[in-house]
């Protein structure tokens, strides 16, 4: 894939898109997640209709399902664009990162003390949890602050210091303390008291990394100390094989591409706040995320090492976006150029970029950018710049 590919998705004024979450939007979708969530014996049954029809009969068609703009789509854009902009400084990468951003910033959730930004659709997860259309997310609102400090990094503009700063806010005010203790400190994932998730707490960690050169002396020293504390708990939860449950409490599971989260997470913040005896614990998971995800047949990386629930699904664009993503940041360059080709050799067509690969072979989710095109379009535009 060439910078081209990139452009013809990120230099687009509309970036509403399709999903794969588009079926649980439905009433009859979330009715039936929201059984599944009480009840799993209930539940599977619906569940699995659901999935069924819109796999197998609604995929391409999309009869029912509207197409949504997604901050963290915006978000990934800018980051592509300054990627391009690194590697041929053309004004249009520029003009239209910023028009992206300001969208952004015209764009975060309502009725929070900082600014924040979600997913825009109300969905379930747990029998006790339900997030609204306006609730902001840990695990979102690091990918809009990424792109207005590296936007405002590249440019030397403090257009946007007011939304980085308020970001701040966000992070103190809104996100909810779920754990603490003299060492360790886990944060909610939404703005109440939902649910620990060590993929948030990593977000969390990075975003005061991120926030660190825009706050008063005082306000640094607080960060640092947060920071501190969020990856003691991450480092602290890993387990012995060097992987992390989703989620320290429930029916949990281990995938691919939240693993990544963690780890990428760590090592970006390392970058900024040293982090102790982080290179060990980016080397246990690097190795884990390989041993137990990677097909020796087809060299790209499977959704689950331990599942809690069946699928459909085969192998995930976001899986191995994100593993595409970790190795270039680790600078694994035989990695990160044999799993590109294949990506590109199982994932792309002529007709665009499918996110998922069922149990049948068959591509599923053309062009559906959040879930997980514009993953894949940055973790391309990265490997592009480090080449």
């Not at 990120?10 to 009715?31: H, I, M, N, Q």
């Not at 308020?166 to 109440?192: I, K, P, W």
């Not at 993929?199 to 100390?225: D, G």
Request: one cysteine or more; a positive charge.
């Amino acid at each position: 894939m060439d910078s081209q590919t990139i452009e013809r998705f990120c230099l687009r004024e509309d970036l509403s898109t399709y999903d794969p979450y588009d079926v649980w939007k439905t009433r009859a979708g979330f009715a039936a997640k929201r059984v599944f969530t009480r009840s799993r014996l209930v539940g599977m049954g619906p569940a699995a209709m659901v999935m069924a029809f819109d796999t197998f009969l609604n995929n391409r068609r999309r009869v029912g399902y509207l197409r949504q703009e997604y901050p963290i789509v915006r978000a990934l854009a800018v980051l592509c664009l300054l990627n391009l902009h690194a590697m041929h400084p053309r004004p249009l990468y520029k003009d239209r990162a910023r028009a992206h951003l300001l969208w952004l910033a015209d764009h975060r959730s309502p009725g929070h003390a900082g600014a924040g930004w979600g997913l825009g659709f109300r969905y379930t997860c747990m029998p006790a949890v339900v997030y609204e259309p306006t609730e902001a997310f840990s695990t979102v609102t690091p990918y809009a602050l990424e792109a207005f400090v590296r936007f405002s990094d590249r440019f030397a503009t403090h257009d946007f210091a007011d939304v980085i700063r308020s970001v701040h806010v966000f992070l103190q005010n809104d996100l909810q303390v779920m754990h603490e203790t003299d060492r360790h400190l886990a944060t909610s994932y939404g703005t109440f008291r939902d649910r620990i998730a060590f993929n948030a707490v990593a977000y969390t960690m990075y975003s005061y990394s991120l926030v660190l050169p825009w706050l008063e002396p005082v306000q640094k020293e607080a960060a640092r100390a947060r920071i501190r504390k969020l990856y003691s708990y991450l480092r602290d939860s890993q387990r012995r094989d060097g992987s992390w449950f989703y989620s320290p409490s429930g029916r949990s599971f281990i995938d691919c591409f939240h693993s990544c989260f963690v780890l990428k997470n760590i090592v970006k913040t390392d970058r900024t706040v040293p982090l102790e005896g982080s290179e060990d614990v980016v080397r246990r998971g690097y190795e884990y995320l390989i041993t137990a995800f990677r097909d020796q047949h087809t060299g790209l990386f499977r959704r689950f090492s331990i599942a809690n629930r069946p699928g459909v699904v085969k192998y995930d664009l976001y899986d191995n976006a994100e593993m595409l993503n970790l190795a270039v940041l680790l600078a694994h360059r035989e990695l990160a150029e044999t799993l590109a080709a294949r990506i590109a050799k199982r994932f792309v067509r002529a007709e665009g970029i499918y996110s998922k690969i069922d149990l049948f072979n068959k591509p599923r989710d053309l062009n559906t950018l959040r879930w997980a095109v514009m993953p894949y379009l940055y973790a391309v535009s990265e490997y592009l710049l480090h080449a």
